[in-house]
T-cell receptor
């Protein structure tokens, strides 16, 4: 009964590959997010979805694309992976934008 | 614009020492304020929150008071334990707008 679950937990891949990270929440929240955390623990918001509509895109390269098949899922697709994409990616959800978040446990992406 | 500034780390304390991690904010509306904790290898967990001025959030021995006059939400704990070693994030939100995180403060507690 995990509230926000994301898979895989670890992902190691070569440069140039395309990969996806999946996220699901069972809290009935209206909004879901993707954050990138760098090696210095800095959190950068990438996307947020409210009722399946993209409402934030914070200057993320278009190699990154969120896909939300329904309110409970927000997947992250990354094309042509680069070394600089190595980071921990967190999915989160909230009842509405600006309310407290519930985070997933993170996906550590390593591009080699 | 809305933002959060928290003290830079890392912070290293001995067990049972007093902890303060400073956090100040800038907001145009009436924000809610949060502290999140990230233990090694895990995601962020909500530690405590306060939704209006003079509210005090508390959890697991940690406390923070929403001070509108000083635009601050400092995190305190009277006696830290080794198990408190983690990264702590201050955050604010204004309903309808984006959630803003601070840069995180790493805390290491040594026995």
């Amino acid at each position: 009964d995990t509230a926000v679950s994301q898979t895989p937990k670890y992902l190691v891949t070569q440069m140039g590959n395309d990969k996806s990270i999946k996220c699901e929440q069972n809290l009935g929240h209206d909004t879901m997010y993707w954050y990138k955390q760098d090696s210095k623990k800095f959190l950068k918001i990438m996307f947020s979805y409210n009722n399946k509509e993209l409402i934030i895109n914070e200057t993320v390269p278009n190699r990154f694309s969120p896909k939300s098949p329904d309110k409970a899922h927000l997947n992250l697709h990354i094309n042509s992976l680069e070394l600089g994409d190595s980071a921990v990616y967190f999915c989160a959800s909230s009842q509405d934008r600006g309310y407290g978040y519930t985070f997933g446990s993170g996906t550590r992406l390593t591009v080699v | 614009g809305d933002s959060v500034t928290q003290m830079e780390g890392p912070v290293t304390l001995s067990e049972e020492a007093f902890l303060t991690i400073n956090c100040t904010y800038t907001a145009t509306g009436y924000p809610s304020l949060f502290w999140y904790v990230q233990y090694p290898g895990e995601g962020l967990q909500l530690l405590l929150k306060a939704t209006k001025a003079d509210d005090k959030g508390s959890n697991k021995g940690f406390e923070a008071t929403y001070r509108k006059e000083t635009t601050s939400f400092h995190l305190e704990k009277g006696s830290v334990q080794v198990s408190d070693s983690a990264v702590y994030f201050c955050a604010l939100s204004v309903p309808g707008n984006q959630f803003y995180f601070g840069t995180g403060t790493s805390l290491t507690v040594i026995p």
